[in-house]
C-alpha cells in the first residue's frame, strides 16, 4: 500500500546527520555537486570552494569545517594529497566529494521540490480509473511528498506512498505524472518483495499483519498486509497480498498462460492486487472443481456473444492424474457434445494450494 511513519534511525545516521547539520558543511557539500552537473564531481580548490559559498565564512572558519568533512564526504585530490588515489579521475588537484558525498547530495536533491519552491503539489485530479468497490472514480493526487489514488465514492485508499517531488520535474502532464509513479512504486514493491530495501539497499524482512493494525480507509475490507521495515534506515513499506503475488513465479505463469502479462502493467489495472480480492476454492473435490471451473468458461463465452459449441480445444490442468476420471466427467458434462480437442496435464501445483483443477478453453466465433 505505501509507507508508515518511520521510526527512530539507527544511532550511526546520528552521526550523519550531525555532521551535515551545519549551514557551511551542508554548502560545502552542495557547491562540487552543483559545478558541472552531470560529470564527476569537480576538486576546487580551497579558496575556490570557499568562495561560493553564499555565507563567506572566514578562511580558518572554512577550514574548520572542510576538515570535519574530509575521509567522510569529501576528499582532498593532487600531488602529495595523502588521501586514497580518486578512481577514474584525471589528475586533478583540489577538494572533491568521496563517493559517500555524491550519494548524500543526490538524496538531498531528490527530495527538493523542482521548481526550488516548497509546495510541490497536484490538486486532485481524475485517474482515469473506476473503483474497484463502488465504481465511482478513483482520483490521484500529489501532495506533502505523497503520491495517492483514492475514490471519490467510497473513499477507499488505493495508493498512498512517500513519492519524491522529483515525480514533478519538467512539470509532467497528468498522464505523465500517473506514468512516473506508477513506476516509482513498482519498483518499490519489487525492491522490497526481493527483500531489499529501494532507498538504501539493505536487507528487509516480511511480517504479515493484521488489516486493523493499519488505519487507512478501506483497510477493513483487506485479508491481510504485509509489512516490511529497513532496520538500517527505517523505510517501511506495507503491501497487499494480491501485490505480492505478483512476484510469484507461479502466478505470473498462470497469468501468462490466461493471456494476461502482469509484470510489466500498472498495478491500478489488476483488480486482485490492488483490492486483495481474491480466488475462492468452492470444493476440494475434484469434480465439483472441474464443474466449477467449466461453468465459469461457458459464462464467460455465453457473456462474449458465445457458447460451449464455439469451443475447439480445452486444456486442464491438474495436480494429481488419478483424478482424470472424476474432471474427464466433468468435461464430458460441458463439452461432450463439442468434442473439441483435449489435453490433460499434471503440473506440480496450482496456484491455491487447495486447487486441484484448473483449465483453459480456446473458442472459435465467427465475425458476423
Ligand atoms: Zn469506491
Ligand atoms: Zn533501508
Known sequence: MGDGDSTDGPSSASAAFELVGNEIRAEILRVPSEVRRGEL????????????????????????????????????????????????????????????????????????????????????????????FCGAAVRARYENRIFQLRCSGCGHLYVYTLTPPGVLAGDPGRAALLDRAATYLRRKYTTFARGGCPLCAGGVEPTIIAPDVVNWPGADRLAAVVRRTCDHCGNTNYALLGTEL???PELVAFARRHGREVTDVELR????????????????????????????????????????????????????????EAIGRAHEETFGHVRPATSMVQVERLIDPAMVVEVEADAVVDDD
Open 41 to 132: 564531481p569537480p576538486a576546487l580548490a580551497f579558496s575556490e570552494l570557499r568562495d561560493r559559498i553564499d555565507a563567506r565564512p572566514g578562511s580558518s572558519q572554512f577550514n574548520y569545517h572542510l576538515r570535519r568533512l574530509l575521509g567522510t564526504y569529501v576528499e582532498r585530490r593532487g600531488s602529495g594529497s595523502a588521501q586514497l588515489a580518486a578512481e577514474f579521475v584525471e589528475d586533478e588537484e583540489g577538494y572533491a566529494l568521496r563517493p559517500g558525498g555524491t550519494l548524500l547530495t543526490r538524496v538531498v536533491a531528490a527530495m527538493a521540490p523542482p521548481d526550488g519552491g516548497d509546495d510541490a503539489r497536484v490538486d486532485p485530479f481524475d485517474a482515469d480509473l473506476d473503483c474497484y
Open 246 to 248: 505478483l512476484h510469484d
Open 269 to 324: 489495472t489488476l483488480p486482485f492486487a490492488v483490492t486483495d480480492r481474491h480466488t475462492e476454492v468452492v470444493s476440494e473435490d475434484p469434480y465439483e472443481q472441474a464443474r466449477e471451473a467449466f461453468d465459469t468458461v461457458v459464462s464467460a463465452l455465453e457473456e462474449a456473444g458465445a457458447s460451449a459449441e464455439d469451443v475447439v480445444r480445452t486444456r486442464m490442468f491438474v495436480t494429481d492424474i488419478d483424478d482424470w
